[in-house]
């Protein structure tokens, strides 16, 4: 079992940059294949993007559109969702997932652990 906690969330201008991270319990991080997934207000749960355990293998929501860096420190326990050149569109709560799988996945049905989330505001 893993437990994950989300930070680094906030209020930033259209243009700007924040970094997310989701610091997870447990010795076994590694063995988790991880996402990020977004609720918008009034929509329904997106995909953002997922990393394998390795880091090798990583999928990106068509949205992001290269705007947005996924990354994990399996020795700290810890994933990451650089987001740069943000948009008014861009907000809403971000959630981490994980799930043991070897490959990443955009379905959020097949994560297993989810964080409590973080508020991202992006101001036009």
């Known amino acids: 079992q893993v437990q994950l906690v989300e930070s680094g969330g906030g209020l930033v201008q259209a243009g700007g940059s924040l970094r997310l991270s989701c610091a997870a319990s447990g010795r076994t991080f590694r063995t988790y294949a991880m996402g990020w997934f977004r609720q918008g207000p009034g929509k329904e749960r997106e995909f953002v993007a997922a990393?394998?355990?390795?880091?090798?293998?990583?999928y990106y929501a068509d949205f992001v559109n290269g705007r947005f860096v996924i990354s994990r420190d399996n020795i700290k326990n810890t994933l990451y969702l650089q987001m740069n050149s943000l948009k008014p569109e861009d907000t809403a709560v971000y959630y981490c997932a994980a799930f043991t799988g070897s490959l990443p996945e955009v379905n959020p049905s097949r994560y297993n652990y989810w964080g409590q989330g973080t508020q991202v505001t992006v101001s036009s």
């Open positions: 990393i394998n355990w390795s880091g090798r293998s990583i």
